[in-house]
């Protein structure tokens, strides 16, 4: 599997791997000398490559759109069975629809719980229905056990029930 640091506006996925900073994405991007084999690592004690974000740049949809990306995606699909780009929040910046639109098998809007704007859930229903995004998933993560009613089932929403008092309202005679 190989991860793209694709959020060059506010990179942040190195400092999940405690990784030094390197030269990564922007870096390709901008300069055709180098090759993505020269810029991907390993990411220690996990079974994955990485393609850092590199520096931050002024113009990323510019250059998003110079080509090079693709060639990057085309790497990737040849050397690797997944290839997963981790974006900029959709909705805030371009750059994530230029990212996925004809080049994503599958894309991935995660959510996470109790810290999203319920509001912002209007962004992934917008691209759905316009189809600028047509195979789009959500991911809610950061759920929390005691949070979750019965045995993984529940009913309401956006509400914080022990488990005594769900039961009470689904069971009440």
């Known amino acids: 599997m190989l991860l ?20 990564g994405l922007t870096h390709f991007l901008v300069d055709a ?3 993505a084999e020269d810029l991907i690592e390993p990411v220690v004690n996990f079974n994955f490559d990485i393609l850092q974000s590199g520096f931050i740049t002024p113009n990323p949809s510019e250059l998003f759109m110079n080509g090079r990306f693709d060639e990057l995606l085309t790497y990737g699909k040849e050397h690797y069975d997944f290839v997963i780009v981790d974006t900029a929040p959709v909705g805030l ?4 629809l230029l990212l996925s639109q004809d080049k994503a098998d599958l894309f991935v809007y995660v959510i996470r719980a109790d810290y999203l704007d319920k509001r912002m859930l209007k962004i992934p229903q917008r691209l759905k229905k316009t189809k600028q995004i047509e ?39």
């Open 4 to 23: 793209i640091g694709g959020d060059i506006r506010n990179p942040e996925l190195i400092n999940y791997f405690d990784m030094k900073e390197k030269e």
């Open 33 to 35: 000398t180098y090759k």
């Open 93 to 96: 910046v371009t750059d994530t």
């Open 135 to 173: 195979n789009l998933a959500i991911l809610l993560n950061n759920t929390k056990p005691e949070n979750i009613p019965g045995y993984g089932y529940g009913y309401g929403y956006g509400q914080n029930v022990s488990k005594q008092s769900w039961k009470d309202k689904i069971f009440r005679r």
